[in-house]
């Protein structure tokens, strides 16, 4: 069984500060996908990430791939109280979509003015 | 273009009575899947469907619980005599293809209640 572990769960921190938050397993996985999901909402897709040691820019979000393909991290600069929400990594067995995606439990993330 | 849709988006049901969660998918998307919520986990996988057929069921329990995805018309997920342990968010997700980088888009979720 593949897992995925999420760290920290949960995470407070004032606006403007910088964050890193981590998704590990001892599994590969053909690809790692990051979500955001906010209360009462279904995740929305952040970023996908293929190949070991990629690493994906989206504003202020930095997402990385290791270069196993077994863990990822997202650091966020300059955080924002419209960065608050559940991050959520998943890994993709066959290399993409939602195809039987494993989830990890989420890092609760809030942001305070 | 609209969304992946599901509804309703709260369902309340006694134990004993039987549960539909619909999903209608992106437009031009036939690949379906369903996974559920609990409080403080992660989303688990239960099922992945294309038009007409089941692909992989390894998550979705092997009682009570059933799924279909019609030539027409919207996904079904089911779930027949409801007990307390089925409280949960259910949520939909469908794609082009599975092949890599094939964005999957999530809806909103069902969040069924058994009391």
């Known amino acids: 069984t593949q897992l995925l572990e999420q760290s920290p769960q949960f995470l407070s921190i004032q606006e403007g500060e910088n964050l890193t938050v981590y998704c590990n397993s001892s599994?590969?996985?053909?690809?790692l996908q990051w979500y955001r999901q906010e209360p009462g909402e279904g995740p929305v897709l952040l970023v996908t990430?293929?190949?070991?040691?990629e690493v994906k820019k989206l504003k202020r979000l930095t997402f990385q791939f290791g270069d196993a393909r077994k863990d990822s991290s997202l650091h966020i600069t300059a955080a924002q109280p419209g960065d608050t929400g559940l991050y959520l990594c998943a890994g993709g067995a066959s290399g993409g979509g939602a195809d039987g995606l494993t989830f990890g439990k989420g890092t609760h993330l809030i942001i305070q003015p | 273009n609209a969304g992946v849709m599901q509804n309703p988006r709260h369902l309340v049901r006694r134990r004993g009575q039987e549960a539909r969660l619909r999903c209608s998918p992106v437009?031009?998307?036939?690949?379906v899947y369903w996974y559920r919520q609990l409080p403080e986990e992660g989303l688990k996988f239960m099922v992945y469907l294309q038009k007409e057929n089941i692909i992989d069921e390894s998550g979705m329990p092997k009682e009570r619980f059933s799924a279909e995805f019609p030539k027409e018309g919207p996904s079904i997920l089911r779930i027949q005599q409801v007990v307390r342990g089925d409280s949960a968010a259910y949520f939909c997700?469908?794609?082009?293809?599975?092949?890599?980088?094939?964005?999957?888009?999530f809806g909103q979720g069902t969040r069924l209640t058994v009391v």
């Open positions: 997700a469908s794609s082009r293809g599975t092949r890599r980088n094939t964005e999957a888009f």
């Open positions: 990430v293929v190949t070991g040691g």
């Open positions: 437009k031009g998307h036939s690949h």
């Open positions: 599994s590969v996985f053909s690809s």
